[in-house]
């Protein structure tokens, strides 16, 4: 049984200003401005939930003492605070707020900037601006599941997902968790998942939640249902082209797979596994290069029986992964998201299971791609890739207003941050460096989603 990758990424995100293109370093200050996110960062956290008796509202630091955000944040506050307590009321709850947010710790400017950056690289521009004119609450969290971003009453129904997003009266909001420290510097981590793994579990669920978000058929009225259901049933349904797009990137999936094992893709793992063997023990021995030697034969092999059967795919992904390795990981987890196992997707009508089922699948598109690339998801999910980019995305086009984002750089940004990502000490949350004779995936310096 497959299971969703969360530890690799196909590119290492942006968390400098100068790394990221200037149309998302834009939209990621924006988003900070906002206020709308809230950052639970092991023992610090950077917004405090009212828990009064009618609420469980949460508001951030920069809500509580932002001049640009106090008039709208004492109005928010005005609602739950008796008429006949007034403006006092309202001063008073605000100044128990701002206590409780310093034994929260607070979050660092920098460490908010890096959490903005890395989610706005999860999603394609214009659902970033959607999620910013909507005024939808980004929660993130540090730990492995939302949990301890959710009111105590949320806890028994959600509070195990690694992930959600939530649509209410009040309003949208989308909870990411990273399962570690993604900015982690030093030489002990709390948790095993500190630095690289964090940072890429943040960026692949982001990308699956955000999706989720994009997925809302908007109106003039408001949000109405998904595209990726049917608005003319009554029940739950799948929409016919997203149901049977799915359908049929679970054949070409099982067909690539039959056609890279007839590649020799068996023969390469093998070949591989024999070689990180030696590679550990008996480095530059007169095994090691015998290995060696094999794996290159199967490698070519391999790659010529690809292409013989019109399978054009690169793997190159972070932290190092052997071809042959990496080509079955990628099978094994664009199947799985296809067709993800889980109590909370299954339903006693099958129809409805699967609604679901596609649901999922549709929104997962954005995290494949992050991992693999936008190539290797058009070969293995060409319908779901079209329905999602040609359907989903342009629906979000058309409702956002005034000049749109793009995550495009210019030759001379491209240059610089190559050359400074190279010249600067590396950060400790980088994935480990390729070994000798290991190939390096290149460098890209921001998802591109378009």
């Known amino acids: 049984m497959g299971t969703n990758l969360y530890h690799v990424l196909g590119f290492i995100p ?28 092991d023992t610090q956290r950077n917004f405090v939930r009212m828990g ?4 469980d509202q949460t508001f951030t630091a920069r809500e509580l003492n932002d001049a640009a955000l106090a008039a709208k944040t004492r109005a928010e506050l005005a609602r739950h605070v008796p008429a006949a307590e007034g403006a006092e009321g309202v001063e008073a709850l605000l100044a128990r707020l701002r ?3 310093k034994k929260a710790g607070g979050v660092s400017a920098d460490k908010e900037m890096k959490v903005a950056r890395v989610l706005v690289q999860s999603a394609h521009p214009v659902v970033i601006q959607l999620l910013l004119t909507s005024g939808t609450e980004l929660f993130v969290s540090y730990s492995h599941t939302v949990g301890d971003l959710m009111a105590v009453h949320q806890w028994q129904t959600h509070g195990t997902a690694s992930g959600m997003q939530a649509t209410q009266a009040e309003g ?13 510097e030093g030489d002990y981590k709390q948790y095993v998942t500190d630095g690289f793994p964090a940072l890429a579990r943040m960026v692949v669920i982001a990308g699956q939640e955000l999706g989720h978000f994009a997925d809302l058929r908007r109106t003039a ?52 596994k024999a070689v990180g063997f030696y590679h550990v023990r008996l480095r530059f021995s007169p095994p090691w290069w015998w290995h060696q030697m094999r794996r290159a034969v199967a490698w070519l092999r391999f790659r010529q029986g690809c292409r013989a059967r019109g399978i054009a795919i690169e793997t190159a992904i972070y932290p190092y992964t052997r071809h042959g ?5 990628f099978l094994s987890d664009m199947a799985f998201n296809l067709a993800p196992d889980a109590d909370a997707y299954r339903d006693p009508d099958p129809l409805t299971e699967e609604a679901i089922a ?58 610089m941050v190559w050359l400074r990502r190279r010249l600067r000490p590396r950060p400790d949350y980088y994935p480990e460096a390729a070994g000798l004779f290991r190939r390096t995936a290149k460098d890209k310096p921001a998802p591109s989603n378009a």
């Open 358 to 415: 596609v649901i999922e699948a549709v929104a997962r598109v954005p995290q494949q791609v992050h991992k693999w690339g936008h190539a290797a998801v058009k070969l293995a999910w060409p319908q779901l890739y079209a329905f999602y980019y040609d359907g989903v995305i342009e629906a979000n086009l058309r409702v956002v207003s005034g000049r749109l984002a793009t995550d495009k750089m210019d030759i001379h940004h491209k240059v």
């Open 52 to 55: 009064t008796a009618d609420s």
């Open 172 to 184: 949208t909001a989308v909870y990411v968790s990273a399962g570690g420290d993604p900015f982690f």
């Open 221 to 272: 009225q408001g949000v109405v249902g998904r595209h990726s259901t049917d608005p003319t049933q009554g029940r739950l349904r799948a929409s016919p082209r997203a149901r049977d797009g799915r359908r049929a990137d679970m054949q070409r999936v099982a067909q690539l797979q039959q056609g890279m094992m007839q590649a020799g893709l068996a023969r390469l793992l093998a070949a591989e």
């Open 14 to 41: 942006a968390t400098e200003g100068w790394e990221m293109p200037p149309a998302l370093e834009a939209l990621a200050r924006a988003l900070v401005a906002t206020g709308k996110l809230r950052i639970n960062a």
């Open 99 to 101: 206590a409780d947010l």
């Open 325 to 329: 390795e990496a080509c079955a990981l």
